[in-house]
């Protein structure tokens, strides 16, 4: 057999992002326009132009082409946190992880294609349920990395479960803020959310607005470097 190449590799997974992509602009723009009750699985693969099979290679559910793209994300997001440098918090771990994601730079080039899914998913109980079930099981993901890191078992030890409950607070936070302000950049929000948690500026009176400016960030990160 042939070597699988790197670039081999890194093809196959950028084709797999394009088509989960392709699949979710598809299943928005026709349960937009047809509401999602008359939705069906045939209209999305026939919109996407992809196999039926296609499909259910990225989702078991045509609702879960709708709502926020977080489980598949989990297991390599749980991955990366357990591999960071051991001398970093749990916290800025986790916070490393997430601030690099590529996801979160697109959605402020996709911006009106994120807010209007948020829009019809908060529309629809269904999808904000199932939405919010994906949040929860990305929160276990990262409590098991913490735990990992910690040496520690979540059924024994409270503080992964924490500190992934405050990560997935501040990063639902940020987003929420970044959707309010058209000028606002996401990456930006995440970040001052983390400085705000890792400076400690939540348990001190504040004085200031330390979210309204970037200079809050010199020195959040490094202490941690």
Known sequence: ??????????????????TRRMIRAAALDLA???????????AIVDRAGIAR????NYF????????????AAAETIRGEVVARPA??????????VITQRDIFALMNTDRDRMLARQKFVQQHPVLAT????????VEQALAEAVAQRMGVDTADDLRPSLIAGVAG?????????????????LVEALNK???????????HQMTEPAIAGPQNREGGASAHE
Request: proline letters at 1%; a negative charge.
């Open 169 to 185: 607070t501040a990063l639902r936070v940020a987003m929420k803020w970044w959707s309010a302000r058209e000028d606002a950049n």
């Open 130 to 137: 199932r939405q919010a079930s994906q949040h929860v099981h």
């Open 60 to 71: 078991d559910h045509k609702e879960d082409a709708l709502v926020a793209d977080t489980t």
């Open 53 to 56: 099979r296609t499909f259910f």
């Open 1 to 18: 057999m042939a070597d699988v190449t790197t670039t081999d590799v890194g093809l196959r997974e950028r084709k797999k992002i394009e």
């Open 87 to 96: 001398e970093e918090s749990p916290l800025h771990a986790i916070r490393a």
């Open 193 to 203: 959310a983390f400085d705000l948690l890792e400076q400690g500026l939540l348990t």
């Open 32 to 42: 937009i326009e047809d509401g999602l009750e008359n939705l069906t699985i045939d």
